[in-house]
């Protein structure tokens, strides 16, 4: 005996599966910032080797780590927008811009490291710097780096009539590290002026350190925000989940005992 069940179209009823706020703005700076932050990196490289300055040895080398940070932005975006759709991510893509984040802090830490510790050696073991050479190349770094600043701020700072890029903690890491930058190509200057026109030598590796304490402490910061979502914490600060909590029980007959709270992206 064959029983037949009646079948009901319910495809109204589906919702597309796109949690993801639109970041095509953001993706294409980024990949602006990209092209640009990489030509002058190989700039400040060679002219740090050949002028024998550290500050802007440290700068190329930070620049280059931000090219590679960058890029980690751009594939980020590619793949949340690209996956957008994919049932298969429960709760959307979200999360993979916050990963691109965290991913970055962490280049951003390590580079912290490296400029530190060539600059207490440089400390030890100095070498004779072209101020004039160097001091040019870093003024050119600076520029390029407050240009490429005000692209992604831009986005940065934008709301699409709410928070759409307020939480997009995948280009405030590529903020960051443009940011990081330029504070690191006016401690170059600072550090090739002082020591053409006072003979300080011993300024460069120190700005250098200094620099690094710096980059160190905005890569912690950016890795507490993007760790806490990637491991679903709830801010201390948050009232969410006491909000959540009064507005299910407000009609007397519901008892929440336990309510879990926590961002998707």
């Known amino acids: 005996m064959l029983n037949l069940m009646h079948r009901t179209d319910h495809s109204k009823f589906r919702k597309r599966h796109d949690f993801v706020p639109d970041f095509s ?17 190989i ?13 802007l040895l440290a700068d190329g080398w930070h620049m280059s780590t931000h090219v590679l940070a960058f890029l ?5 975006y590619y793949f949340a927008r690209t996956q957008a759709g994919n049932a298969r991510f429960s709760f959307g893509t979200g999360k993979i811009g916050v990963l691109g984040g965290f991913t970055s802090a962490v280049v951003l830490a390590i ?3 490296l400029m530190a510790g060539e600059s207490v050696r440089r400390l030890f073991v100095p070498l004779e710097i072209h101020f004039n050479e160097a001091i040019g190349i870093a003024c050119i770094g600076l520029l390029v780096n407050l ?32 940011l990081a930058d330029a504070f690191t190509s006016v401690l170059a200057i600072t550090a090739l002026t002082g020591g053409k026109f006072f003979g300080w030598a011993w300024l460069d590796p120190v700005v250098g350190i200094v620099g690094s304490g710096v980059v160190f402490s905005w890569a912690y910061t950016l890795l507490r925000a993007t760790s806490g979502i990637l491991l679903d914490r709830i801010p201390a600060s948050s009232e969410l989940p006491d909000e959540i909590r009064g507005a299910v029980e407000s009609d007397d007959d519901s008892l929440v005992t336990d309510l879990h709270v926590w961002q998707v992206g």
Do not use: P, W
């Open 111 to 113: 580079v912290a490291f």
């Open 43 to 55: 700039v400040e490289i060679v002219a740090g080797l050949m002028s024998h300055s550290m500050a």
């Open 72 to 76: 980690i932005t751009a594939v980020a």
């Open 147 to 178: 240009g490429c600043a005000l692209l992604l701020a831009d986005r940065h700072h934008e709301h699409d009539g709410g928070s759409a890029h307020q939480h997009d903690l995948n280009l405030r890491a590529a903020y960051l590290h443009v």
């Open 25 to 41: 703005h953001a993706e294409r700076r980024t990949r602006i910032v990209i092209g640009v932050t990489a030509a002058m990196m």
